[in-house]
């Protein structure tokens, strides 16, 4: 036999084993079938209508596209935009990840909390931060320096704002791989008789730099496809995420919003699997044997001094963007009147309650669906073996990878039209915040699975449990902490998203992110401050209680929220 | 004293029928292939036409080096791996393409695999559990095979809280609980320091021969192979070499590598300088052995190059090389393990190993670059086809 025939043949074996179990079928069938429709039909929808005009296959709104300087720019500004903030991004996160895993700073608990707070901020809150510290009536350009600019707008805001936003998605990529790499590793560079930057340059930097080059990529497709601080505060600085928006909402061209929202897509897509190639080949970070795991700082003194300067700074602008949102809550009128009022959080209660009760019923209602499905996908695809089991992984994952732009517009699409007509319905949203989040829960299942004996999987089945029987009896309760780490994230992404629900709210089912653009568009940024406060506290409190109910550590839930 | 850790009355209860032991052919493995497809394409035939036949009762162990396809036969009897070809009979039943849950043979997993977030109890009554037994009956057999294994008082822990060696237990006791007709073992006490894997070895043997199951048993440690086994299937690349009782494979293997895998013997480079009658005379250096032609290859004539092994234990060690030695060698390295000394000894081209029993006051170590003479035990010597 050939060895594609053995191939086959033990394929064919394997499913034959798979086909004897109906609930295992049915549970792949149910899968494939709801990604088809829900990320598939959507996206395919989103191509079709870019690629037709008066009924047959066309270029043509392409050909448009590239002709007009105005879209051509927002395409460069975009790819500029992910570059700058994903460069520095990378450098906060790594000096960050080493000053508290190699550096050995002071107050390391404290830093680890700063490095990863911005993750669960809505993701346009600290574009109002700054237009409160920077924007025409800003507390510093307007109160402190006396200027009257609107400079903040545009590139050097959003490069700030996306910065301190997205600097923690690299700082846990980083600090997973400088915890990796064994301490013994550099201290034996050392006994060698290499100083601290030789090791560092020779042995730290090259093994940390698939980790580097990961993070860099990831945090570009974040920048990318990130639309709420952009919409806030990039001014006259176009870019395609917010490009896409106006032309399909404002102006109604659906086929040109179509078509910004696939030239987004396939960079961002394009980036993201390349970044899972990289990490999935590169990290020799594990390969190594008993370590005794108490690595000596690699730093001199004033190094040490450097670094706790450097995390300070930065841990000052997050503080400073967190505490701007809290006092911009009880100002009477920010840059102009400066006393002290509830008068936000009334006007706030009467518009916003019924919003943001919708927003958290809603979350609630999607969080439990995504975290089983996400967690049966990753238990089928680590051990089950069936034909499109690789399909089915990339098909999860790729959700993540699609902007939410893109997906918001697919579902209008698709899903507006008959057989559907879910348009305003709370269906379609639940349905956004499962598919979107669902690769969270994927990926926090497979990390959990990958720390499982799969024998002992295999010793249920051999006393008698079937495939069903042993993930409800052993699987699901051996990776509980990541089961809830990862409905813990999908809640807070449920409650902060924007980018593909601005395209699928109503009148009846707003969500308060929406709420919130719409407040600061109209320059109400005092019941914005409001609005965003409460949302922290509100995910505050769910994290808190989370980690209280299961004994989580803050570690295990803020790394799913890569 | 050894501690006696099984107990005997609670044993009884789950004895197996007497009447059908030592049936023949109980289980049967005939022709079994496993072709896996490594990384880069090619074939590996992990298993290679594999037969097998199992009587009732029996203790059966696979024995060979990594890689020799042991384990996945056994997984292939579990139901875990499919064969490519052959078939599995189960007391006449054809199981080849059962699913592992519905097979009845419990495995005690080289990492024992016991569930984490049970408890002990829990563990040995998740079979139970899924049979849908009654819970005073439930109740009654985890307490009896608690008491078997001597696990009664742990039943509350979690397998966190427990020593390998009551890990080992307790997945021992999951395994008996099911009062199956037959257990599989997959190197069950390598995780074991070596005190207690031999006091676990012994309890395995008690508790199979109490209850009167057939066992089906995988492990590389030679060892275990002989002190456990009724049979021993020796396994190298995918194939069976040889099977037997542990004496006849320890005493006559009939391969080169079953006499350095079992016996970890020396092999020396000869001749075949004379053959007469049923005496064959090989000569190795300046020595020469006369062997029984029943030790040589068939049909060996004048001439033919051959490899004459010798066990370690058979090789004498006496004193210093006077005149008159017929064989002589320089000590390379010198090892006393307390029991025995173990030489490694230069002789001829190589370097060949004997281990010398101790006997306090009796016995002189050789040190390192001494001349000895050596004697060798006639009865050991076998010769192979080089």
């Not at chain 2, 057999?141 to 237990?169: C, F, H, I, T, W």
């Amino acid at each position: 036999m050939s060895s594609q025939a053995i191939a086959r043949a033990r394929r064919r074996a394997d499913f034959a084993q798979v086909l004897r179990e109906p609930v295992v079928v049915i549970t792949i069938l149910a899968i494939f079938a709801m990604l088809a429709l829900f990320i598939i039909y959507p996206i395919y929808a989103v191509f079709r209508l870019s690629l037709t005009q008066d009924g047959g296959f066309s270029t043509a709104v392409y050909q448009d596209l590239f002709s007009r300087v105005r879209y051509v720019r927002s395409i460069t500004n975009s790819i500029l935009l992910g570059t700058v903030v994903a460069t520095l991004a990378t450098i906060v996160g790594f000096v960050f990840a080493f000053a508290i895993y190699r550096g050995g700073i002071r107050f390391r608990g404290f830093f680890q909390t700063m490095a990863i707070l911005p993750i669960i901020s809505p993701p346009f809150m600290f574009a109002l931060s700054v237009i409160l510290l920077f924007g025409r009536n800003g507390l510093i350009t307007a109160r402190l320096l006396g200027l009257d600019t609107s400079g903040i707008y545009g590139l050097p805001g959003l490069v700030l704002v996306q910065t301190i936003n997205l600097f923690p998605i690299a700082y846990l990529t980083l600090s997973g791989i400088l915890q990796g790499i064994d301490p013994d590793v550099e201290t034996c560079a050392m006994n060698l008789g290499a100083s601290r930057f030789t090791v560092f340059r020779t042995i730290t930097l090259p093994l940390a730099k698939p980790g580097i080059l990961a993070a860099w990529l990831v945090v570009f497709v974040s920048s990318m496809t990130d639309f709420g601080n952009p919409i806030m505060i990039g001014g006259s600085f176009d870019v395609l995420s917010v490009q896409a928006y106006l032309e399909f909402t404002g102006m109604g061209n659906l086929p040109r919003g179509a078509a910004l929202a696939v030239l987004l897509l396939i960079p961002t897509v394009m980036v993201y699997f390349l970044q899972k190639y990289i990490m999935g080949r590169g990290s020799y970070a594990t390969i190594t044997g008993k370590s005794s795991k108490r690595g000596k700082p690699n730093s001199s003194p004033a190094l040490r001094a450097l670094l706790t300067v450097f995390c300070l700074g930065i841990t000052v602008i997050v503080v400073l963007f967190y505490g701007t949102i809290i006092v911009g809550s009880f100002v009477r009128l920010w840059g102009v009147d400066w006393s002290f009022t509830l008068r936000h959080f009334n006007y706030s209660w009467d518009v916003g309650l019924s919003t943001l009760r919708n927003t958290i019923f809603l979350a609630l209602i999607a969080t439990p669906i995504t975290a089983l499905m996400g967690t049966a996908i990753a238990f089928l695809v680590m051990r089950k073996r069936f034909p499109g089991r690789n399909a089915m992984s990339l098909l999860a994952m790729l959700s993540y990878a699609i902007p939410g732009t893109a997906i918001g517009i697919g579902y209008v699409l698709a899903f507006n039209v008959a057989p559907f007509r879910w348009s305003g319905t709370a269906f379609i949203l639940v349905t956004a915040y499962v598919f979107r989040h669902v690769p969270i829960a994927v990926e926090s299942g497979i990390a959990a699975l990958k720390q499982i004996s799969p024998e002992i999987e295999e010793s249920s089945t051999n006393l008698g449990a079937s495939s069903a029987r042993t993930f409800q009896n052993v699987t699901l309760p051996l990776i509980k902490p990541a089961f809830f780490a990862g409905a813990t994230f999908s809640f807070v992404r449920s409650m902060t998203a924007i980018s593909a629900i601005i395209f699928l709210v109503s009148a009846r089912w707003n969500h308060v992110t929406v709420l919130i653009l719409a407040q600061t568009e109209i320059m109400r940024l005092g019941v914005a401050s409001v609005m965003s406060f409460i949302l922290i506290l509100i995910i505050m409190a769910v994290i808190g209680i989370m980690m209280k109910l299961t004994g989580l550590k803050r570690d295990q839930v803020f790394s799913s929220g890569q | 004293m050894e501690q006696q850790t099984i107990d005997r009355s609670a044993a009884a209860e789950f004895a197996a029928d007497p009447k059908d032991s030592r049936k023949p052919d109980y289980l049967v493995l005939k022709d079994i292939v496993k072709d896996f497809v490594d990384g880069s394409g090619g074939i590996v035939r992990a298993v290679n036409s594999v037969s097998l036949s199992v009587s009732k009762g029996e203790f059966v162990t696979l024995l060979g080096p990594s890689g020799c396809g042991k384990t996945t036969t056994l997984r292939m009897i579990a139901g875990f791996e499919s064969p490519n070809g052959g078939t599995i009979h189960l007391d006449g039943k054809d199981i080849t393409q059962v699913p592992p849950f519905q097979r009845n043979m419990p495995m005690v997993f080289q990492s024992y695999a016991l569930f984490p977030h049970l408890t002990i109890f829990d563990n040995i009554a998740y079979g139970l559990k899924l049979r849908g037994v009654s819970r005073e009956e439930m109740r009654h057999d985890v307490a009896v095979a608690s008491q078997m294994v001597n696990l009664v008082g742990l039943e509350k822990r979690y397998p966190g809280e427990l020593s390998g060696g009551q890990q080992q237990r307790v997945a021992l006791a999951r395994a008996l609980v099911l009062k199956p007709d037959i257990i599989l073992f997959d190197e069950p006490l390598s995780n074991l320091d070596a005190k207690l894997r031999i006091q676990t070895r012994t309890e395995i043997k008690r508790v199979q021969q109490l209850l009167g199951i057939t066992a089906l048993y995988v492990t590389h440690d030679q060892s275990e192979a002989l002190s456990l086994s009724d049979q021993i299937v020796i396994m190298n690349k995918g194939e069976i070499v040889q099977q037997g009782p542990p004496e006849e494979i320890y005493n006559e293997p009939k391969t080169p590598f079953v006499s350095d895998f079992i016996g970890n013997a020396n092999f020396l480079d000869g001749e075949v300088v004379d053959v007469q009658n049923d005496k064959v005379t090989i000569s190795v250096d300046r020595a020469k052995f006369v062997l029984p032609a029943s030790r040589c290859p068939r049909d060996i004539a004048s001439g033919e190059a051959v490899l004459l092994s010798v066990k370690p234990e058979a090789i004498r060690v006496t004193g210093s090389a006077g005149a008159g030695a017929e064989l002589t060698g320089k000590i390379d390295v010198s090892a006393f393990v307390g029991p025995i000394t173990e030489y490694k000894i230069v002789f001829g081209d190589g370097i060949i190993t004997a281990l010398q029993p101790n006997r306090p006051g009796k016995t002189h170590v050789h040190r390192s670059g001494e001349e000895v003479a050596l004697e060798f035990e006639m009865e050991s010597l076998r010769a192979y086809r080089a």
